[in-house]
């Protein structure tokens, strides 16, 4: 109960936080939102309900209170164009489960690979091979998202023809173009996170090989595969397990800049496109979900602690 208490306390505190920053930053930006949003009014009406409905008339504080009051109600407000409004919760539930495929994809791909590679490094250590592939992590490591999306994209879409260079097409319609149009953002956001994980997993391993249980389990005649995969690897991957959790937050920034690049329906091209037309409640009400979502897989992490170590329940017992 003490733990749920103090996570639902960083809840609270990260939401006030995230939400009173963004609206902040978005109000420092120069011109009028309601003339961006409604760009044609000859008679100033509809520009005048507008900052009326946004509370655009009264001072930042107080525009926060209204929208957290009604965030925390269900009401995530409305999206406004030219045509008309749009419920910002229709908005947000057609890109959110988009954004979170990506997500996981990219996490299921950067650690089935990342993990094999970082056993293999582990027990080659210090041979030539396992020199080669750190260099090749350092390489990786450097090289940004949005750059590897693009190379990606002129490469495998423009010159093979073998992905579609923008969009994205969802499950029902075929899992076969789905993966298709999912390959270029998850190659892009994958290939840093993978020589992440790898590097610090290697480390861990290699402190672990040298403890005295796995000199014994080698004395028993165990074999190199059974006493990596089985007796290493599980102690090892605390300070993987901490750096999959916290990256998410990085993955959630990547994520929404190669969907703004790439025209991916999510998240990152609804955020893209409210900062661009100043729309204040549909940013603070994304902004939100995406903060909520990382203390949650942050929460997840603390418990599968539990999982892989059983001194850490222990002591929390």
Not at 12 to 29: A, G, K, N, Q, R
Not at 88 to 111: H, K
Request: aromatic share 10%; proline share 4%.
């Amino acid at each position: 109960m003490l733990l749920i208490g103090k996570r639902l306390l960083q809840l609270i505190v990260v939401f006030v936080c995230v939400t009173f920053f963004t609206v902040l930053l978005i109000s420092m930006v120069p011109g009028k939102p309601e003339v961006l949003v409604i760009p044609f009014d000859s008679t100033g009406h509809q520009r005048e309900q507008f900052r009326e409905d946004n509370h655009l008339d009264r001072s930042i504080f107080i525009q926060w209170g209204y929208w957290a009051k009604d965030f925390v109600r269900g009401d995530m407000g409305n999206y406004y164009t030219s045509t008309g409004t749009n419920p910002v919760r229709t908005q947000i539930g057609r890109a959110l489960p988009i954004s979170a495929l990506l997500i996981l994809y990219v996490q299921i791909v950067s650690l089935g690979i990342a993990i094999p590679l970082a056993v293999w490094a582990a027990y080659r250590s210090g041979s030539r091979a396992d020199k080669l592939f750190n260099a090749g992590a350092f390489g990786c490591i450097s090289l940004p998202g949005f750059a590897v999306a693009l190379i990606a994209t002129y490469i495998f879409g423009v010159k093979m023809s073998l992905v579609p260079t923008d969009g994205y097409t969802s499950p029902s319609q075929g899992l076969g173009q789905h993966f298709r149009s999912m390959a270029v953002p998850v190659l892009a956001l994958s290939l840093g996170q993978i020589a992440v994980y790898m590097r610090l997993l290697r480390s861990d391993l290699v402190t672990t090989l040298q403890e005295d249980f796995i000199l014994m389990a080698k004395a028993k005649g165990i074999s190199n595969r059974r006493v990596l995969w089985r007796h290493a690897l599980r102690p090892s991957s605390l300070t993987l397990l901490t750096v999959a959790g916290l990256s998410i937050g990085t993955l959630i920034g990547g994520a929404l800049v190669v969907e703004y690049l790439l025209r991916i329906p999510g998240m990152g091209t609804l955020i893209g496109t409210a900062v661009a037309s100043r729309q204040y409640v549909a940013l603070q009400s994304s902004v939100a979900l995406i903060a909520i979502f990382f203390v949650l897989m942050n929460f997840l992490i603390d418990y599968l602690y539990t999982v892989l170590d059983p001194r850490i329940r222990e002591r929390r017992s």
